[in-house]
C-alpha cells in the first residue's frame, strides 16, 4: 500500500497547516518514488492509460472484466446465489447479464453484502460522495490499489494539453480555506506536492477575482483544472476585465466533475486561448473518459472500467445517437466492486470514426448529465438541459452564473446572477434567447439575483427539479 492511502486520513489536517508547514513536508514528500507514494501497482497503471494496441486493449479489458466479474461470484454475498447460473467458458456478454443493474439505494439497502468476503477491513478505504444528496453514499475502495489507478489514470489525462508535475496548476475545485470565512481570511492555499493553487469556493464573486487573478501570476500558473462553473465565472470576468499576464501563461485548461455546454467551453477557450478538455468520472471509480486537444467527444479509457448505455428499461442501448443510461463495471476494487452500477447520467455512442492516437477506445458523442437534467415541456415531454449547449449571446457574458428551478410543467425559473440590475436590453436578449432554444415548449422567467448557493465542496447544482420524470423520454439524436 502506499503512503496516500495510508495517510488519507490526516489530508485535511495537511491541508488546514500552516504554510510553513506545508511546504518542507510537501518539497520532502515530493522526492518520494511512485512505488512509495501511490503503491507498487502505480507503474502498471500509468503504462496500461497509454496504451494503443487496439488488438491488446481487447485482450486486457476483456481479460479484467472477467476476473472482476468472477471475483463477485466468489467472494460477494450478493452475488454468491449467481454460482448456480454459472457455466464453464460462458461467453463475456452472458456473464455480465448474469448481474442486476444496480443503483445507490441497492447499495444502501445493505451495504455490507456487496463487500467482498477475501478483503479485510485493513484492505477497504471508506468513502464517501461529497454530491448535494442529503445523505452521503458511503463505500469502499481497495487500499493502495483503486486510488493509485485514479492518479495514473489522470496523469495521463493531464498529459495531452502537455501539463507535467512540475507545473503549476490553479484549482477550482471546491476545496475549502481555512480561515477564509472571517474578514480579511486567506482565498488561497498553496500545496506543495501537486503544485496546486486553491482558491476558496466561497469567494469567486466579482469582488475577489483581482486578488485571484494576481496570486496565479504570483505563484506562476501554467494550468487551471475545476468544476466548469467556476471556470466559466473566471473566464466570463476574464472576457470583461483582460489580464493577459495571466491569460497568455496558461497552457490549458481542465474541467472536472460537471456538465459543460459548449457555450461555456467556447467562452474559456476564447479567453485563454488554449485547449480545454473536460472529464467524467466519479467517486465510486468505476469509469473514466476524457476528451482530446482537437475533438470534444467523450473517450472512454477501457482498462478503467466496462461501460453500458441502457434505456429506461434497461436494455442495452447499441446504436450510435440515442440517449441511454451509462451504467458502470469497475475495475481494481476488490474490497466491493461495482458491477452494473448505474450512475444517473446521460450520454449517446458517437458514430464517427475513433481518434487516432485513441484506437480501441469506446466513444461518447457527449454527456448530458444527470438523468434529472431535465425540463419537463407543457405537453409533457422532456428536454434535456443539454440542449441550451452552443453558443450564447453576448448579454450573457453579463451574468456571473445560471441556475434552473422546475415546479410545473411548461414553466422554468431562470436565476441570474449578477451583483448589479441588469439593463432591459440584456434581460431582453436572454428571454430571447431562451424561447428559441425551447420551442415555446417551456417559458422561461428570468430572476436576477445577486447570488446562487453553491454546495460546501464549491458545486452548484445547475437544474433543481420538482418533477418525477416522465415514463417515456425523448430520443435525442446529435
Known amino acids: 500500500m502506499g503512503i496516500e492511502d495510508w495517510g488519507y486520513r490526516w489530508l485535511k489536517r495537511y491541508m488546514d497547516a ?43 479489458t476483456e481479460s479484467r472484466l472477467r476476473e472482476t466479474l468472477l471475483w463477485a461470484i466468489q467472494t460477494v454475498p450478493a452475488y454468491a446465489a449467481l454460482a448456480a447460473q454459472l457455466l464453464i467458458d460462458m461467453p463475456l456478454a452472458e456473464l455480465l447479464a448474469l448481474f442486476p443493474l444496480m443503483t445507490k439505494l441497492d447499495y444502501r439497502r445493505d451495504p455490507r453484502a456487496y463487500l467482498s468476503t477475501a478483503c479485510g477491513e485493513a484492505d477497504r478505504l471508506p468513502m464517501q460522495t461529497s454530491g448535494s444528496v442529503a445523505e452521503p453514499f458511503k463505500f469502499a475502495l481497495q487500499k493502495g490499489v483503486t486510488r493509485s489507478k485514479e492518479s495514473a489514470y489522470i496523469e495521463a489525462f493531464s498529459q495531452r494539453i502537455g501539463m507535467t508535475r512540475q507545473d503549476v496548476v490553479l484549482s477550482l475545485r471546491g476545496r475549502n480555506i481555512r ?57 466570463r470576468w476574464l472576457a470583461l476585465n483582460p489580464a493577459p499576464r495571466f491569460t497568455q501563461a496558461v497552457r490549458g485548461v481542465q474541467l472536472f466533475s460537471e456538465s459543460a455546454d459548449a457555450g461555456m467551453v467556447a467562452l ?102 444527470r438523468s434529472n437534467d431535465f425540463f419537463v415541456a407543457r405537453d409533457g415531454r422532456r428536454i434535456p438541459v443539454a440542449s441550451l449547449g452552443g453558443l450564447r449571446p453576448p448579454a450573457f457574458l453579463q451574468v456571473e452564473a445560471t441556475q434552473y428551478e422546475q415546479h410545473a410543467p411548461g414553466r422554468i425559473t431562470v436565476r441570474l446572477q449578477s451583483p448589479v440590475p441588469l439593463a432591459p436590453a440584456v434581460l431582453a436578449a436572454i428571454d430571447d434567447y431562451f424561447r428559441t432554444k425551447l420551442l415555446g415548449l417551456v417559458e422561461a422567467e428570468l430572476a436576477v439575483v445577486p447570488h446562487i448557493e453553491r454546495t460546501a465542496r464549491g458545486k452548484r447544482r445547475l437544474m433543481i427539479q420538482h418533477l418525477a420524470a416522465q415514463p417515456a423520454a425523448i430520443e435525442t439524436r446529435h
Open 18 to 60: 500552516p504554510q510553513w508547514i506545508k511546504a518542507p513536508l510537501g518539497r520532502l514528500y515530493g522526492l518520494l518514488p511512485d512505488r512509495w507514494r501511490h503503491g507498487k501497482d502505480f507503474a502498471r497503471f500509468r503504462a496500461e492509460a497509454s496504451l494503443t494496441d487496439p488488438a491488446e486493449i481487447q485482450r486486457l
Open 179 to 235: 480561515g477564509a470565512a472571517a474578514d480579511a481570511g486567506p482565498l488561497h492555499s498553496y500545496e506543495p506536492i501537486k503544485r496546486m493553487l486553491w482558491i476558496s469556493p466561497n469567494h469567486l464573486d466579482a469582488a475577489h477575482m483581482p486578488a485571484h487573478v494576481a496570486a496565479a501570476i504570483e505563484y506562476g500558473v501554467g494550468f487551471i483544472q475545476g468544476y466548469a462553473s467556476a471556470v466559466h465565472e473566471l473566464a
Open 268 to 369: 474559456i477557450e476564447q479567453v485563454f486561448g488554449c485547449p480545454v478538455l473536460v472529464h467524467y468520472g466519479h467517486s465510486e471509480r468505476a469509469v473514466m473518459a476524457g476528451s482530446m486537444p482537437d475533438d470534444p467527444r467523450y473517450f472512454v479509457w477501457p482498462l478503467y472500467g466496462h461501460v453500458e448505455l441502457v434505456d429506461e428499461a434497461g436494455q442495452p442501448i447499441t446504436e450510435p445517437g440515442v440517449q441511454g443510461e451509462i451504467v458502470a463495471t469497475g475495475f481494481d476494487n476488490r474490497a466491493m466492486p461495482f458491477i452494473r452500477y448505474r450512475t444517473g447520467d446521460l450520454a449517446m455512442w458517437s458514430d464517427r470514426p475513433p481518434h487516432p492516437a485513441l484506437p480501441g477506445y469506446p466513444v461518447l458523442e457527449r454527456i448530458d448529465g
